[in-house]
Antibody, heavy 119, light 113 residues
Framework: QVQLQESGPGLVRPSETLSLTCTVS??????????WSWIRQPPGKGLEWIGSIYNSGSTKYNPSLRSRITISKNTSKNQFSLKLSSVTAAETAVYYC???????????WGQGTMVTVSS | DIVMTQSPDSLAVSLGERATINCKSSQSVLYSSNNKNYLAWYQQKPGQPPKLLISWASTRESGVPDRFSGSGSGTDFTLTISSLQAEDVAVYYC?????????FGPGTKVDIK
């Protein structure tokens, strides 16, 4: 059974770059037809898909964030990562990594990591 | 983008009674080549990640109680909890994966009356 675990700083300064990593266990980031994704949830609010990386390395990003996002994967470490530049306080949220066996829904989620954007 | 809406925003139901949540997509999520609706429902309890309950609009995930059921097609969908239990208090989200620009509904909070 695939398990996901997010890691990264819990505090990021405004205008800086948020960097998070998701470690995959029980599976491979190169597994055929898997989408590895980032989703966030501001406190008390709903879910927002940030972007995904396919096992091939191709990516899909939320159009509203596209200019500031990079999602990549590291096969040797079995991880995938999120970089979100020029963050603002409004991007304070719980950031989740999740997986999709394409085509399908997000069936596996990490526990989430709280990231606060504040000076 | 496919915009997802849900109604109501919240509802309170007595234990053992039925809870019904509606979800509407701004365009059809029915894929004609396989006649499948690319629509899922999630349950989220406080402090936990969302849990996938139903995919393909009506297919329950393994281990999900049969009091949860999904229905609908095209643009209109419903999640029904046939007999509300205390452990069902949560926020429920619908989600479309027809487009790989994935989107979620705003959520419906279910409480006990």
């Amino acid at each position: 059974q695939v398990q996901l675990q997010e890691s990264g700083p819990g505090l990021v300064r405004p205008s800086e770059t948020l960097s998070l990593t998701c470690t995959v266990s029980g599976g491979s980031v190169d597994s055929y037809n898997y989408y590895w994704s980032w989703i966030r949830q501001p406190p008390g609010k709903g879910l927002e898909w940030i972007g995904s990386i396919y096992n091939s390395g191709s990516t899909k990003y939320n159009p509203s964030l596209r200019s500031r996002i990079t999602i990549s994967k590291n096969t040797s470490k079995n991880q995938f990562s999120l970089k979100l530049s020029s963050v603002t306080a409004a991007e304070t949220a719980v950031y989740y990594c999740a997986s999709v066996l394409y085509p399908g829904a997000f069936d596996i989620w990490g526990q989430g990591t709280m990231v606060t954007v504040s000076s | 983008d496919i915009v997802m809406t849900q109604s109501p925003d919240s509802l309170a139901v007595s234990l053992g009674e039925r809870a019904t949540i509606n979800c509407k997509s701004s365009q059809s999520v029915l894929y004609s080549s396989n006649n499948k609706n690319y629509l899922a429902w999630y349950q989220q309890k406080p402090g936990q990640p969302p849990k996938l309950l139903i995919s393909w609009a009506s297919t329950r995930e393994s281990g999900v109680p049969d009091r949860f059921s999904g229905s609908g097609s095209g643009t209109d969908f419903t999640l029904t909890i046939s007999s509300l239990q205390a452990e069902d208090v949560a926020v429920y989200y619908c989600h479309q994966y027809y487009s790989t620009l994935f989107t979620f509904g705003p959520g419906t909070k279910v409480d006990i009356k």
